[in-house]
């Protein structure tokens, strides 16, 4: 990993040098010299190992959601955990915590469709296992083993590993092809021989870029399996055995939830919450999508592998309310299970589909 990630950094250390060389050396006239070095900067610092930025997202701070962001807060304090800087609602299938920024914000994306289908105490198990990732060097511990998604060089060489994809990405006629807002072109645009030259140049490069992204997130995934376990087993610490288990098993519906947001997009249509909710009931009464055991992405184990770490779990008996936090024996009974239970109560779910129509949300990551 140290090895793909270090090469983000000597690529554009390469080109800069580059640069700075045809500046100083002119090995060709003074103005194509100049222009030339002034092209391969602007590559060098576009595709730059930059971190990723969040204005994209529009975040909300926890202050101006005083039910949901008071819950979480007291939860993160209680559980020695660092409180997000924000609640990004976005309208995606997705729950995740990103880090971006210079500074490393911890920013919660919360999907809105993953929210509102979801019963409370899959809520409680989302929450408790999302803010338990990319802890910070001060917040790491036996218990909480650092994630390499928390680094920000390796996460700041994967960001430039992206936008050197998308800036080798080969091109379709419908990206080049100019459109007239509000005007639809009568026939799909068709190649040039401009545009399959340009390609057919991109495509080696493309290619390797690909091949070191996936090369890069593949290491990144592997180093981060021990930190899931962690999150999973502090989910089990807090919410329970048999609810994280019921959790896990629980991703039955999110096949037709990616399906029902797919048509909605295409149609061109808002979020619906209680339509999501009426289907969300019927694809749970029905059940009739695959099974979730075989269920595997980049970040996570095989369900079947989670839910067989999980039902081994033997944590210890939790203290009486109100002792706090004990190192190596769990959470007390009550304190912070009662916090995240106020984070996912009606309530709460009201503020965050009001935030989120306020705010508009992201439909872009």
Do not use: K
């Given at each position: 990993?140290?090895?793909?990630?270090?090469?983000?950094?000597a690529?554009?250390?390469?080109?800069?040098g580059?640069?700075?060389?045809?500046?100083?050396?002119?090995?060709m006239?003074?103005?194509?010299?100049?222009i030339?070095?002034?092209?391969?900067?602007?590559?060098?610092?576009?595709?730059?190992?930059?971190?990723?930025?969040?204005?994209?997202?529009?975040?909300?701070?926890l202050?101006?959601?005083?039910?949901?962001?008071?819950a979480?807060?007291?939860?993160?304090?209680?559980?020695g955990?660092?409180?997000?800087?924000?609640?990004a609602?976005?309208?995606?299938?997705?729950?995740?915590?990103?880090?971006?920024?210079w500074?490393?914000?911890?920013?919660?994306?919360?999907?809105?469709p993953?929210?509102?289908?979801?019963?409370?105490?899959?809520?409680?198990?989302?929450?408790?296992?999302?803010?338990s990732?990319?802890?910070?060097?001060?917040?790491?511990?036996?218990?909480?083993?650092?994630?390499?998604?928390?680094?920000?060089?390796?996460?700041?060489?994967d960001?430039?590993?992206?936008?050197?994809?998308?800036?080798?990405?080969?091109?379709?006629?419908?990206?080049?092809?100019?459109?007239?807002?509000?005007?639809?072109?009568?026939?799909?645009?068709?190649?040039?021989l401009?545009?399959?030259?340009?390609?057919a140049?991109?495509?080696?490069?493309?290619?390797?870029?690909?091949?070191?992204?996936?090369?890069?997130?593949?290491?990144?995934?592997?180093?981060?399996?021990?930190?899931?376990?962690?999150?999973?087993?502090?989910?089990?610490?807090?919410?329970?055995?048999?609810?994280?288990?019921?959790?896990?098993?629980?991703y039955?519906?999110?096949d037709?939830?990616a399906d029902?947001?797919?048509e909605?997009?295409?149609?061109?249509?808002?979020?619906?919450?209680?339509?999501?909710s009426?289907?969300?009931?019927?694809?749970?009464?029905?059940?009739?999508h695959?099974?979730?055991?075989?269920r595997?992405?980049?970040?996570?184990?095989?369900?079947?592998?989670?839910?067989?770490?999980?039902?081994a779990?033997?944590?210890?008996?939790?203290?009486?309310?109100g002792?706090?936090?004990?190192?190596g024996?769990?959470?007390?009974?009550?304190?912070?299970?009662?916090?995240?239970?106020?984070?996912?109560?009606?309530?709460a779910?009201?503020?965050?589909?009001?935030?989120?129509?306020?705010?508009?949300?992201?439909d872009?990551?």
């Amino acid at each position: 990993m140290i090895t793909l990630a270090g090469a983000g950094y000597a690529l554009t250390a390469a080109l800069l040098g580059f640069a700075i060389w045809l500046v100083l050396t002119r090995p060709m006239s003074a103005l194509v010299s100049g222009i030339s070095a002034a092209a391969v900067a602007a590559l060098a610092l576009r595709t730059a190992p930059w971190p990723p930025s969040g204005r994209r997202l529009r975040p909300v701070p926890l202050a101006d959601l005083p039910r949901f962001g008071a819950a979480i807060a007291a939860y993160c304090r209680r559980a020695g955990l660092p409180p997000p800087a924000g609640i990004a609602l976005i309208r995606h299938d997705v729950v995740d915590l990103r880090i971006v920024g210079w500074r490393g914000r911890r920013i919660l994306l919360l999907g809105v469709p993953r929210w509102v289908a979801a019963e409370p105490e899959e809520r409680a198990c989302l929450l408790v296992h999302y803010l338990s990732h990319a802890l910070p060097r001060r917040y790491r511990s036996e218990n909480r083993p650092a994630d390499p998604r928390g680094c920000g060089w390796i996460r700041n060489a994967d960001a430039g590993v992206s936008r050197w994809c998308r800036a080798l990405r080969p091109l379709t006629p419908r990206d080049v092809v100019r459109r007239r807002p509000g005007i639809a072109p009568a026939h799909p645009p068709r190649g040039s021989l401009t545009l399959a030259a340009t390609n057919a140049l991109v495509y080696v490069p493309y290619r390797l870029v690909a091949q070191w992204q996936i090369a890069l997130r593949a290491e990144i995934a592997r180093c981060a399996q021990c930190a899931e376990h962690a999150a999973d087993v502090e989910t089990v610490r807090v919410v329970g055995g048999e609810a994280a288990q019921r959790w896990l098993g629980s991703y039955f519906w999110r096949d037709a939830l990616a399906d029902w947001l797919a048509e909605r997009e295409e149609r061109g249509l808002d979020l619906d919450v209680a339509e999501l909710s009426a289907a969300c009931r019927q694809w749970r009464a029905t059940r009739h999508h695959r099974s979730p055991a075989g269920r595997v992405d980049d970040a996570h184990a095989a369900t079947s592998l989670r839910l067989a770490a999980v039902s081994a779990l033997r944590i210890p008996p939790r203290e009486p309310a109100g002792t706090g936090y004990a190192a190596g024996a769990g959470y007390a009974a009550g304190a912070e299970h009662s916090d995240i239970a106020e984070a996912c109560d009606a309530a709460a779910c009201d503020e965050l589909l009001t935030a989120y129509r306020r705010s508009g949300g992201a439909d872009r990551l």
